[in-house]
């Protein structure tokens, strides 16, 4: 079955560069959603964008923003990137509904991350 | 404020050793506690949603359970390709973001 896929997997930057994290949503998925692991923790939720208007937001700094785009695909873009910026990000994506009654919430599929080095 | 602790930290178990791993919540409303294995460097990869106290999920070794406060893993005779970290999250009400614990490392020695 088709995954979450995210590009680039490695990504090495300078500080004070900027960064471009893409995900594409497994096929039909409307909702898709950022999350960012540092060394040794949990994810952190990030943003998150259902049928392209952001849906919900979390701990995400000014210098990041995204986007959700007509084929569902969404990117992550970073700026003046600091050295506490280098950690894994996941993109996650579900289908709206599927959980079953509207109070469920539906599963959410990660795909592999893209890993960010910031020297 | 949703949280979500699991325990142990991590888990050192013997092939064919059956153990339960933890996962305390507090959520204003369950809209759903979800279980993942995350092997290092890789993305979660899903093993069960829980909606309702009182369910049950079960997929080969594993079995999820869930009460009103807390669920559990149960991992019964593992093999050393279950060894990973055990990573549970929540749903609350008004959010579709999850809230994850801090994850359980689990080590099975052949």
């Known amino acids: 079955a088709a995954g979450v896929i995210q590009s680039p997997r490695h990504l090495i930057k300078e500080k004070r560069e900027t960064a471009t994290l893409k995900c594409y949503p497994i096929?039909?998925?409307?909702?898709v959603y950022w999350y960012q692991q540092g060394p040794g923790q949990d994810p952190q939720f990030l943003i998150s964008f259902y049928e392209k208007m952001q849906s919900d937001k979390g701990s995400i700094p000014d210098r990041f923003s995204a986007q959700q785009f007509s084929d569902y695909h969404s990117e992550l873009n970073m700026s003046s990137l600091e050295l506490g910026d280098s950690a894994l990000y996941f993109c996650a994506s579900s289908l709206f509904g599927a959980g079953g009654p509207y109070m469920y919430q539906e599963t959410q599929y990660f795909g592999p991350g893209t890993r960010l080095l910031v020297l | 404020e949703d949280q979500v602790t699991q325990s142990p930290e991590a888990l050192r178990l013997q092939e064919g050793e059956s153990s339960s791993l933890n996962c305390s919540y507090t959520v204003s409303g369950l809209r759903g506690l979800f279980w993942y294995r995350q092997d290092p460097g890789k993305g979660p990869e899903f093993l069960f949603t829980l909606y309702s106290a009182g369910e049950e999920k079960e997929k080969e070794r594993l079995k999820a359970t869930l009460t009103k406060k807390e669920s559990f893993l149960h991992i019964t005779a593992p093999k050393p390709e279950d060894s990973a970290t055990y990573l549970c999250a929540v749903a609350d009400t008004g959010r579709r973001a999850l809230t994850f614990g801090s994850g359980t490392r689990l080590q099975v020695q052949p």
């Open positions: 096929p039909r998925h409307d909702t």
